[in-house]
């Protein structure tokens, strides 16, 4: 199976699926909270495409140049940026657009809380406070740890630092809409990690053994890769819920507002 043909057949024909059923609930009426209403919600996937390619970039040209995944030469079409083939790209495009779609539609069926005075920013700082821990001994973990850590630690330390910022910026945010959040985040990181298993077992990609620790949450996908998938989904359902939100613009620093604002009304509010 070439990389492309994996694109095809298990990002691009359900994302055109989930297109097609956010399309019909749109005319049918259905539609988000007010709350969720702060952008365009095309232009918050498509910016979040963005950001997926820029952040993930350097990170992942890193994994394939220190051996931890590799792929089939033959099975990619031979275009690479750095040591990464084009396909890859593309998916960095793909996830937030298939992932983000299935989050619009969820939060046009189920309903968050009702809204509250109450920031929760003990809670938050908590919750922020703890991922801080997990990532600090993942750092530790990545300097101190044996080759079979690499892959896990790299993961968690690229990954959990802008979770930090989310949750210590919205954690209550995201709780208030915690059922539409949840009914995409786990059916999303369970299909695309059943996806790559196929995709390992095909040869398309491969997870270095010596670099991981040797644990299958499935036949042929590695704890690691899973644990990608759930993380890559929780900082873009994350934030494309927190990009939505109204009460997020509310919280912007002064010092950012205006800036935010010239920029919302000259590339963001146009139809």
């Known amino acids: 199976m070439t990389y492309f043909g994996f694109l095809a057949r298990y990002v691009v024909l359900p994302l055109v699926a989930m297109r097609a059923w956010l399309a019909i609930s749109k005319r049918l009426g259905h539609k988000p909270p007010d709350e969720l209403t702060n952008w365009p919600e095309d232009k918050v996937l498509l910016a979040h495409a963005a950001v997926a390619v820029a952040y993930t970039t350097i990170w992942d ?28 790209y593309t998916f960095f495009v793909l996830q937030p657009l298939l992932s983000g779609s299935l989050l619009q539609t969820m939060t046009r069926y189920l309903p968050p809380d009702p809204p509250s ?8 700082a908590l919750a922020t406070g703890a991922l801080g821990a997990l990532w600090l001994a993942s750092m530790v973990g990545l300097w101190k740890g044996g080759p079979r850590l690499r892959y896990l630690t790299l993961i968690t330390s690229w990954a959990l630092p802008p979770v930090m910022l989310q949750v210590g910026f919205g954690g209550d945010i995201l709780w208030r809409h915690r059922r539409a959040i949840a009914a995409a985040l786990i059916p999303a990181t369970m299909y695309l990690g059943l996806a790559d298993s196929k995709a390992i077992k095909a040869g398309t990609w491969h997870i270095s053994e010596k670099k991981t620790v040797g644990i299958n949450v499935i036949p042929n996908l590695p704890l690691e890769e899973a644990l990608f998938f759930l993380l890559t989904n929780v900082l873009l359902i994350f934030g494309v819920t927190l990009v939505l939100s109204k009460e997020s613009e509310k919280r912007l620093p002064k010092f950012l507002r205006a800036s935010y604002e010239r920029f919302k009304a000259r590339y963001i509010s146009r139809p």
Do not use: C, F, H, Q
Request: hydrophobic share 35%; proline share 6%; glycine share 12%.
């Open 117 to 124: 005075d109450d920031t929760k920013p003990r809670a938050r």
């Open 61 to 88: 040209n890193y994994l394939v140049a220190s051996g931890i995944w590799g792929y089939d030469r033959k099975l990619v079409t031979g275009v690479k940026l750095g040591w990464v083939p084009i396909e890859e």
